[in-house]
């Protein structure tokens, strides 16, 4: 629902949509994977079917709303309306997976044992909540107009929130600090705040916000859209 997406649907280079849809795909097959539908041991073709149920239901989620909102004129110019569903459908197509985790019957809920599978969790997590604000201009508002020793302020709080959500306030699906505190705040917090870091700063060069900017700019917005996308990696792994 805001006008980034609608310019960015239209003007986002081909190549970055398209390394932006294999790396969507590949974060919906695992979550189907882990928390699809149907019995355990359904194999690959039932991971795929349920990735392409995801990417079904965010496609058509994503028309019904922008068509009612007059975003987009399928009659009319259906190229443009293409572009920008495409583009409005990858998010939906992983908070569809994440909502057939919690809501769905009869899901696999295989557990995520593997230290790869708690890392690659985490990053779904941080595209969910960091793929709608990464096109917004207050991502770059912010950047800009921060101190230089803010975006430090903001690491730390970072990691803070990250630690405490998952290991202190007692939410449900807690985790107990396995190896130690410093341990686990090592090898998952700190690990987890640099994936969604990255993710950040994938999603922001994906929608050209480091176009034309400096390397120091380009790590400020990056450290700003990492504190939604932490806050996301830190909830996929109490939740799921």
């Known amino acids: 629902m805001t006008m980034e997406i609608w310019g960015l649907g239209l003007s986002i280079p081909r190549y970055r949509l398209a390394l932006l849809l294999v790396a969507t795909v590949l974060l919906v097959v695992f979550l189907s994977q882990h928390f699809g539908a149907g019995m355990p ?3 690959w073709p039932g991971y795929l079917a349920d990735a392409g149920v995801a990417f079904v239901m965010a496609a058509v989620a994503a028309a019904l709303v922008l068509g009612v909102l007059t975003v987009i004129e399928p009659l ?15 998010p939906a197509a992983v908070g569809a997976s994440f909502a057939r985790s919690q809501l769905g019957m009869g899901g696999r ?6 230290y790869g599978g708690e890392l690659l969790l985490m990053a779904a997590g941080a595209v969910v909540f960091a793929a709608n604000i990464a096109p917004t201009e207050e991502v770059v508002l912010l950047a800009a107009g921060i101190d230089p020793w803010h975006p430090v302020v903001l690491v730390v709080l970072c990691l803070l929130l990250m630690h405490g959500f998952v290991y202190w306030v007692g939410f449900r699906g807690q985790e107990p600090a396995v190896g130690g505190v410093l341990r686990s705040f090592l090898t998952l917090t700190v690990v987890g705040y640099a994936i969604a870091l990255a993710m950040s700063a994938y999603l922001l060069w994906t929608f050209g916000r480091f176009d034309g900017v400096g390397p120091a700019m380009a790590v400020t917005q990056a450290v700003v859209l990492a504190l939604p996308a932490s806050l996301g990696a830190a909830a996929a792994r109490l939740i799921l």
């Open 109 to 114: 809920r295989t557990p995520t044992t593997t």
């Open 41 to 43: 041991g359904v194999g």
């Open 76 to 90: 009319q110019d259906w190229q443009d309306a293409l572009s920008i569903t495409g583009l409005a459908m990858l």
